[in-house]
């Protein structure tokens, strides 16, 4: 008996938004609407507000998402390198890969789902990797730089094909949030007489002017880094000098969402027009967030903070509870929260129970009321296995209203293509531990209280070592417990393949640093000269990004 048989037809669209932060949509509290289709699903739908990535930016996200494992457990960490590639099975491998790591679309295929992902993404990062398990792949052919009419309209065929099919999995993928802001002129400025946000302020913008770093206010342009210039686009100017060029900035990147925003809506008028909205699980969230100012960074996801990690997470549909979750969750967790929420029918859970928890039977079902197995035997041991070799906790029961407080103790958050951070995310803070500043004026540890200070302006490392060494014992903790994971084969965890019982950032610094800014020190640090910032040129190119200055040294004042 599928899942389908058990429960009715069980429909699922995952709307994958490219560099969408939360706190420019309305559901999040932004000021501008930008988002009136999103937030209509939000007003029935749950909203999770601190929901986050564990691996940033693109690729490692959106491979954490698909393997429901860690990048330190993966490899992926990075954009290029050997840590942009999963590490090879080893020893293991088989004619076909076995289901006993299933990726996520293929925990779904085996249980009888349609499958397909509307993208480029697997062409832009030479990532067909995550392609295993769709049964389809439509490609949308611009590498990460097509609209959102464009997308739309590969869907939209999807769509009329299967809509009113039951059980299937639409992964669309739109990218207008990203840089370069590239939304049609003719499109206009919908928030043209509307108020910016008051972040960052013109002292903020005159400061981080002086300072230095890829996609910084005065090298705001990704040409500036590799020696090519600035790029001639009508949304965007050439540097961030004053609140007028800020406003220019954000306007381009808000135009983007609300115009990926009128698709979404287009999107749901079809699911509407083939009868099957209200039975359809609608899913919209992001593979990174987006830096507008925080750390120096404009337009980018360079950091392992809570403005490029922190994703939106809004999930509408059959059998979820209406209102907002503020546990900690990773986007790694989402794969076994869509198993547990499909697995089987139980009156008290709504939609899904968990799957057994041990040897004893716990959170074992007793079958449906005809007397019947909710599940086959091979179904019941696909999602055990699924469960013990993902790294990723179910949090149905949060989706569901049965739990409200399922979420993580903290979270351990990684960046390795812009620079090599982890950082730790628990109660209002977060801690930045960075061994690689990818060109950034980073120091060695960074702390940060979100609830006071959301925009990450004011380091209160050196003002409360006690937090530091509170959020560094849990980093330590956290990392010693995924290496020996890979060690002894355990949850997301494998011994086998090159470099497999090392932690892949020190990879990444063996190999010359983040991919993004690998090779780009010397081209870099002549622009720094030619704008009057010899003094930066000199640090970039003594430390070549490497931070040795360690924890103890920078508490007691050293820099």
């Known amino acids: 008996m599928s899942v389908g048989d058990a429960r009715g037809p069980m429909r699922i669209l995952y709307v994958d938004c490219d560099s969408l932060r939360p706190d420019h949509l309305g559901c999040y509290g932004y000021h501008r609407d930008t988002s009136p289709a999103i937030d209509d699903l939000a007003e029935n739908g749950r909203v999770f507000t601190n929901y986050y990535a564990s691996d940033v930016p693109c690729l490692p996200s959106r491979t954490a998402l698909f393997s429901s494992r860690f990048g330190i457990h993966s490899g992926v960490v990075n954009h290029g390198g050997t840590n942009a590639d999963p590490r090879p099975a080893g020893e293991d491998r088989e004619f ?3 289901m006993t790591r299933p990726s996520f679309p293929a925990a779904l295929g085996s249980r009888g789902y349609r499958t397909c992902l509307v993208s480029s993404f697997p062409q832009r990062h030479g990532a067909h990797h995550v392609t295993d398990g769709f049964g389809e792949w439509r490609d949308t052919g611009g590498f990460g730089t097509e609209r959102a009419d464009v997308v739309y309209d590969r869907a939209e065929g999807w769509l009329e094909d299967h809509a009113a099919e039951d059980d299937w999995y639409l992964h669309v993928n739109f990218w207008d949030p990203h840089t370069p802001y590239d939304t049609p002129q003719e499109y206009g400025n919908p928030f043209e007489d509307d108020p910016a946000p008051d972040f960052p302020s013109a002292e903020t913008i005159a400061e981080q002017y002086e300072g230095y770093g890829p996609h910084s206010a005065r090298d705001v342009h990704h040409g500036y880094l590799t020696g090519d210039g600035p790029e001639d686009l009508e949304r965007t100017p050439d540097e961030i000098a004053d609140r007028e060029d800020f406003e220019r900035w954000v306007d381009g990147y808000d135009v983007g969402v609300r115009y990926m925003d009128d698709y979404i809506a287009e999107l749901l008028a079809k699911l509407e027009a083939a009868g099957v909205r209200e039975e359809t699980l609608v899913v919209v969230t992001a593979d990174h967030g987006e830096n507008l100012g925080e750390l120096n960074v404009y337009g980018d996801h360079q950091t392992a903070d809570h403005v490029t990690a922190r994703v939106p997470l809004i999930v509408d ?16 967790d989402f794969a076994p929260t869509m198993v547990e929420y499909l697995a089987r029918e139980d009156e008290d859970f709504g939609v899904g129970s968990p799957a057994p928890e041990d040897d004893e039977g716990e959170g074992e079902d007793e079958g449906s009321e005809d007397g019947s197995d909710d599940e086959t035997d091979e179904e019941r041991d696909l999602v055990d296995a699924a469960f013990d070799a993902w790294d990723g906790r179910s949090f149905a ?15 351990v958050l990684s960046q390795g293509a812009w620079a090599c951070q982890r950082a730790v995310r628990w109660d209002d803070y977060l801690l930045v531990r960075t061994y690689h500043d990818g060109l950034k004026q980073f120091a060695p540890v960074e702390l940060y209280d979100l609830d006071a200070d959301p925009h990450e302006t004011t380091d209160l490392a050196r003002d409360r070592p006690g937090l530091v060494h509170e959020g560094l014992a849990m980093l330590e903790d956290w990392t010693s417990a995924r290496l020996r994971e890979n060690a002894t084969d355990e949850h997301g965890g494998s011994s086998a393949g090159p470099h497999a019982l090392e932690g892949p950032l020190w990879r990444v610094m063996a190999e010359g640093g983040p991919y993004h800014t690998n090779g780009h020190e010397e081209t870099y640090a002549e622009r720094l000269r030619e704008t009057g910032r010899e003094h930066h040129a000199e640090a970039v190119e003594e430390r070549e990004g490497v931070v040795e200055t360690t924890v103890a040294e920078y508490l007691a004042g050293e820099d």
């Not at 029961?397 to 979270?411: C, I, N, V």
């Open 317 to 332: 549909g059959p059998g979820v509870e209406p209102g907002e979750d503020d546990g900690l969750f990773y986007n790694v």
């Open 96 to 98: 076909a890969m076995p």
């Open 397 to 411: 029961a949060a989706l569901t209203g049965r739990d409200d407080g399922a979420g993580r103790d903290y979270l």
